[in-house]
T-cell receptor
């Protein structure tokens, strides 16, 4: 079966620092999504990527769909306290098949 | 606009009891998903429906788990009998099935199930 690796598992940073996380897979995907989950809440969609090589920004967030279609990264610039949470990549294999596979998550903690 | 609504938010039950989790998807969404989240296994897709029809239930762990969607605005996930290892947060999500247009899955707040 497909393997989906998300790294790092956790990050401890100071406010104002930039953050980078990524997901890699042994399989090819047609869509890469990035979600954020706050404590006690469900995941919320941050960015959606639909084309290989696509680079998309949403405020301080930037994500790219790898050219091989097997990976994606998410960057957060100038982190702020509300960025704390767990970030998940969620790729999808086929258009028309809505099934998402979620990465293991990256837990972001901001040190005062 | 109301999001995905799940009930109850918290459920504590004794082993062997039947548990029913409920979900109201966003109006107009034609896909509904049930996920389970645990520390050990992360977010796992249990089952999803399209237009009220189950499409893929390969993630349902055992016959003790069943899910129904009697109409477009309501779905249930039932565990009978429940076991302590079923303790987890169960999420319902819904989406419109047109990819590439930003209509990806919206999640509810989840039901935290504890089986003692």
């Amino acid at each position: 079966g497909q393997q989906l690796n998300q790294s790092p598992q956790s990050m401890f940073i100071q406010e104002g620092e930039d953050v980078s996380m990524n997901c890699t897979s042994s399989s090819i995907f047609n869509t890469w999504l990035w979600y954020k989950q706050d404590p006690g809440e469900g995941p919320v969609l941050l960015i959606a990527l639909y084309k290989a090589g696509e680079l998309t920004s949403n405020g301080r967030l930037t994500a790219q769909f790898g050219i091989t279609r097997k990976d994606s990264f998410l960057n957060i610039s100038a982190s702020i306290p509300s960025d704390v949470g767990i970030y998940f990549c969620a790729p999808r294999a086929n258009f028309g098949n809505e099934k998402l596979t979620f990465g293991t998550g990256t837990r972001l903690t901001i040190i005062p | 606009d109301a999001g995905v609504i799940q009930s109850p938010r918290h459920e504590v039950t004794e082993m062997g009891q039947e548990v029913t989790l409920r979900c109201k998807p966003i109006s107009g969404h034609d896909y509904l998903f049930w996920y389970r989240q645990t520390m050990m296994r992360g977010l796992e897709l249990l089952i999803y429906f399209n237009n009220n029809v189950p499409i893929d239930d390969s993630g349902m762990p055992e016959d003790r788990f069943s899910a129904k969607m009697p109409n477009a605005s309501f779905s249930t996930l039932k565990i009978q009998p429940s076991e302590p290892r079923d303790s987890a947060v169960y999420f319902c999500a819904s989406s419109v099935g047109k990819t590439g247009t930003g209509t990806e899955a919206f999640f509810g707040q989840g039901t935290r199930l504890t089986v003692v």
